[in-house]
């Protein structure tokens, strides 16, 4: 196999790959924006695309249009559908993301706008840009800026091959595989949404004792009760900052919303100074902003002054999941100049509390839920990465 050839190659196809500039396939170009302080040239028919809109997503709808008359009276211009564009400034992550028109649109002046010629797919230039994104980024840092343009973009060099019907085969197939973790990223949306739902009426709402659904075999009021009251808190104690390592063979420290994913302590900072501490089982929760985010830590950990522990069933896991997602921590902490809680504020939180065996019931329900949000994470996590391996093996 010589290195002008892709290491994954769909059969019947034996042109040889180059490398291309960007612009020799394609006319590059930016938008514009028209005068805001003219209303006659907003809200209009024709959508308009700025760079937050910009994040490997097909574009069928945007938050703004203009009129002909502000696209007339502006560097915008009306684009084809195929266009693909490019964010070139934008803050975090947003620079050297792509995105394809389904639509005719027009962007404002942060985006390039690359039109492929008649011999060229865009999806084939496009997902391979998808793939290229840390070194689009690279490349406007080692320019000595933070930012992209237009002459950066021309003279990137992509993989090319000649043949429209092999670009045609690679853009297809990843488009395909786009559609599939789509759709398996809507499935795992409608399960979080279901959980909000059950979360909604399962427990009490303000001002109500009983829940609105409920199990069979389960009647009367639930009891307003302190969290301090029905489970142990322990507030954290941030380590001295000289002891913090990157052995894992330390102790694993957590210290905020940081150290956790999916409901879960994930160790990133390690220390050799033990404050305060939770136990493997543990709920984990934030205290500082983003406040109330709550996990499970399968580990022995030592807490950072920006997360407590609360020794609680997996009832309590859920109720906290409520309170965060409703936003009782924000309604505590409103009015604060840096959103927080203290202790107080967390051992005496009201929580309304039903039969122990009742929070059983609740309690393996929601696990049970979890569990498949969990499954469904995992299997758009498997595919994204299945795509990553692809866009490494299906261009040279």
């Given amino acids: 196999m010589t290195k002008d050839t892709p290491q994954i190659r769909f059969k019947g196809f034996t042109d040889a790959w180059e490398q291309r500039k960007l612009g020799e396939v394609a006319n590059i170009f930016s938008g514009g924006t028209p005068s805001r302080k003219c209303e006659d040239f907003w809200d209009g028919h024709i959508p308009w695309v700025t760079t937050a809109e910009v994040h490997y997503q097909p574009i069928a709808v945007t938050k703004e ?23 070139m400034i934008g803050q975090g992550k947003t620079r050297g993301q792509v995105a394809v028109l389904e639509i005719e649109a027009a962007t404002n002046q942060n985006n390039a706008n690359i039109v492929v010629d008649e011999n060229t797919s865009s999806h084939f230039v496009y997902f391979q840009l998808e793939g290229s994104y840390e070194k689009l980024r690279n490349l406007s840092s080692s320019a000595g800026q933070g930012s992209l343009n237009l002459d950066l973009i021309r003279r990137y060099k992509v993989s090319y091959v000649s043949d429209i019907q092999e670009q045609a085969a690679i853009g297809s197939f990843f488009a395909t595989l786009d559609k599939l973790i789509t759709l398996q990223q809507r499935k795992l949306e409608a399960l979080q949404k279901l959980k909000q739902g059950y979360l909604q009426q399962l427990f009490p709402q303000e001002g109500e004792t009983v829940p609105r659904v409920r199990f069979a075999g389960f009647c009367g009021e639930w009891e307003s009760k302190k969290l301090g009251e029905v489970a142990g808190v322990v507030m954290g104690q941030s380590p001295d900052s000289k002891n913090y390592t990157d052995n894992p063979k330390d102790y ?3 210290q905020g919303n940081a150290d956790m994913k999916n409901g879960r302590v994930t160790p990133r900072v390690w220390t050799t100074q033990v404050t305060k501490s939770a136990n493997k089982g543990d709920l984990i929760i934030s205290v500082r902003a983003p406040v109330g985010d709550i ?9 950072g002054r920006g997360v407590a522990a609360v020794k609680g069933n997996e009832f309590i896991y859920q109720t906290l999941m409520g309170m965060k997602l409703f936003g009782y921590w924000e309604r505590v902490s409103s009015g604060s100049t840096f959103e927080s809680i203290n202790s107080s504020d967390l051992k005496d939180a009201e929580i309304l509390y039903p039969s122990h ?6 309690g393996l329900f929601f696990h049970t839920i979890d569990k498949q949000i969990t499954a469904q994470s995992q299997k758009v996590k498997q595919l994204q990465r299945l795509k990553a391996a692809y866009l490494q093996r299906m261009f040279v």
């Fill in 65 to 87: 249009k203009i009129t002909q008359l502000g696209l007339d009276n502006s560097a915008a211009k009306l684009l084809p559908i195929g266009t693909i564009l490019m964010a």
């Fill in 357 to 362: 065996s009742e929070q059983v019931v609740i």
């Fill in 252 to 254: 694993i420290l957590v």
């Fill in 295 to 303: 996990g499970k830590t399968d580990y022995d950990v030592v807490l």
